[in-house]
């Protein structure tokens, strides 16, 4: 069982930054796939990107490609979303989710969800 908890979420303007962090807990972390999630109110949770835990490939939505990274630190546990040139649009509850499996491709199969954390980007 993983338990998954993330952190930096707040209030920015829009053309600023925010990095997410994603700590992970009751399993083997190098092991997890894993990815970034937003829902906005009254929508539903849509994909933002992922990284496969076998060789570090990513996959990004079009709407955040070449503005979010998603990267990994195996020796903290920890998944990060760095976000730039934030926008009203991505003002959402972003979640992090992992799953064993070996991604080739955008998916939103994941096993186990963070509680979410809360980013406002005002205009």
């Known amino acids: 069982q993983v338990q998954l908890v993330e952190s930096g979420g707040g209030l920015v303007q829009a053309g600023g930054s925010l990095r997410l962090s994603c700590a992970a807990s009751g399993g083997t972390f190098s092991r997890y796939s894993m990815g970034w999630f937003r829902q906005a109110p009254g929508k539903e949770r849509e994909f933002v990107t992922t990284?496969?835990?076998?060789?570090?490939?990513?996959y990004y939505a079009n709407s955040v490609k070449g503005r979010f990274t998603i990267s990994r630190d195996n020796a903290k546990n920890t998944v990060y979303l760095q976000m730039n040139s934030l926008k009203p649009g991505d003002t959402a509850v972003y979640y992090c989710?992992?799953?064993?499996?070996?991604?080739?491709?955008?998916?939103?199969?994941?096993?186990?969800w963070g509680q979410g954390t809360q980013v406002t980007v005002s205009s």
């Open positions: 990284i496969s835990w076998n060789d570090g490939s990513t």
């Open positions: 989710a992992a799953t064993m499996r070996i991604l080739t491709g955008m998916t939103a199969i994941f096993d186990y």
